[in-house]
Nanobody, 112 residues
Framework: QVQLVESGGGLVQTGGSLRLSCVVS????????MAWYRQVPGMQRELVAA?????YRNYTDSVRGRFTISNAENTVYLQMNDLKPEDTAVYYC????????WGRGTQVTVSS
């Protein structure tokens, strides 16, 4: 059974940093892409950053230059610097293999 477990969320002040991790287990096929999404209550889930098997990275405009996605083995990371109150959300990781799998999310709260 494929499982994705996020960690690293928490409460931080404006300008602070957090590093999210997502560990993938139970996978038997190649992971083609890994990504981080976020969701605010009442809003659609939005893509924050993604990395492909070939190492291509893309970011949503609002986080480019502040967030960095990386991966190692079956773990994907999101280094978040210079956090802003508008970054407050539940952050989810997602992987694409033969199917798509999601984690259960980790809360990030940035106080002003």
């Amino acid at each position: 059974q494929v499982q994705l477990v996020e960690s690293g969320g928490g409460l931080v002040q404006t300008g602070g940093s957090l590093r999210l991790s997502c560990v993938v287990s139970g996978i038997r096929t190649r992971i083609n892409a890994m990504a981080w999404y976020r969701q605010v209550p009442g809003m659609q889930r939005e893509l924050v950053a993604a990395i492909t098997l070939g190492g291509y990275r893309n970011y949503t405009d609002s986080v480019r230059g502040r967030f960095t996605i990386s991966n190692a083995e079956n773990t994907v990371y999101l280094q978040m610097n210079d956090l802003k109150p508008e970054d407050t959300a539940v952050y989810y990781c997602r992987i694409r293999t033969s199917g798509n799998y999601w984690g259960r999310g980790t809360q990030v709260t940035v106080s002003s």
